[in-house]
């Protein structure tokens, strides 16, 4: 019997190992490239220092219990000014009646980012109604996250909206 010998266009073991090597690495690659961009894009976390926070927990307990007892009601409506967007914030007691005399701090977000926050300044109007101009925004869903303040009272409160521009 004569020895085989390798032709060119014969398939070898090498061959099958540097195909299988080449195509594992390159679905090893791609899926690295994804989840570091998908990292850098959105680190996962909403607020900044989440862990602190969850040890804050009990404290959180403690000034929701202070808020409720408050009993203070905050009705929030986005609404359109030109192609600008205006936020109303409408406060009320226990009873019904206006809040006045408060100072409001707020942020609208959008829920999957962070590049479109922006911190919303309000007017007082009377009557418990507060006015904000939040400027041109896009289409789409919107959390309002508030604060407001009158002497050593604090009032937290968060509202989603969606928003559909003026035609």
């Given at each position: 019997?004569?020895?085989?010998?390798?032709?060119?266009?014969?398939?070898?073991?090498?061959?099958?190992?540097?195909?299988?090597?080449?195509?594992?690495?390159?679905?090893?690659?791609?899926?690295?490239?994804?989840?570091?961009?998908?990292?850098?894009?959105?680190?996962?976390?909403?607020?900044?220092?989440?862990?602190?926070?969850?040890?804050?927990?009990?404290?959180?307990?403690?000034?929701r219990a202070a808020q409720a007892a408050l009993g203070w009601r905050a009705?929030?409506?986005?609404?359109?000014?030109?192609?600008?967007?205006?936020?109303?914030?409408?406060?009320?007691?226990?009873?019904?009646?206006?809040?006045?005399?408060?100072?409001?701090?707020?942020?609208?977000?959008?829920?999957?980012?962070?590049?479109?926050?922006?911190?919303?300044?309000?007017?007082?109007?009377?009557?418990?109604?507060?006015?904000?101009?939040?400027?041109?925004?896009?289409?789409?869903?919107?959390?309002?996250?508030?604060?407001?303040?009158?002497?050593?009272?604090?009032?937290?409160?968060?509202?989603?909206?969606?928003?559909?521009?003026?035609?």
């Amino acid at each position: 019997m004569k020895p085989k010998i390798a032709t060119r266009n014969q398939l070898t073991g090498g061959h099958v190992l540097a195909g299988m090597l080449f195509f594992f690495g390159a679905i090893i690659a791609v899926n690295v490239a994804f989840s570091v961009a998908a990292v850098r894009t959105f680190p996962g976390e909403d607020e900044r220092r989440s862990y602190l926070q969850g040890l804050r927990y009990n404290e959180k307990l403690d000034e929701r219990a202070a808020q409720a007892a408050l009993g203070w009601r905050a009705g929030v409506t986005m609404t359109p000014s030109d192609a600008n967007a205006q936020l109303s914030v409408h406060f009320a007691d226990r009873a019904g009646r206006p809040i006045d005399g408060l100072t409001i701090a707020g942020t609208l977000k959008r829920p999957a980012t962070t590049r479109d926050d922006r911190v919303i300044a309000f007017t007082a109007l009377g009557d418990g109604v507060y006015r904000a101009d939040a400027g041109v925004i896009a289409a789409g869903a919107w959390t309002f996250q508030g604060i407001a303040t009158r002497g050593s009272e604090r009032f937290e409160f968060e509202r989603r909206m969606t928003w559909t521009p003026p035609r």
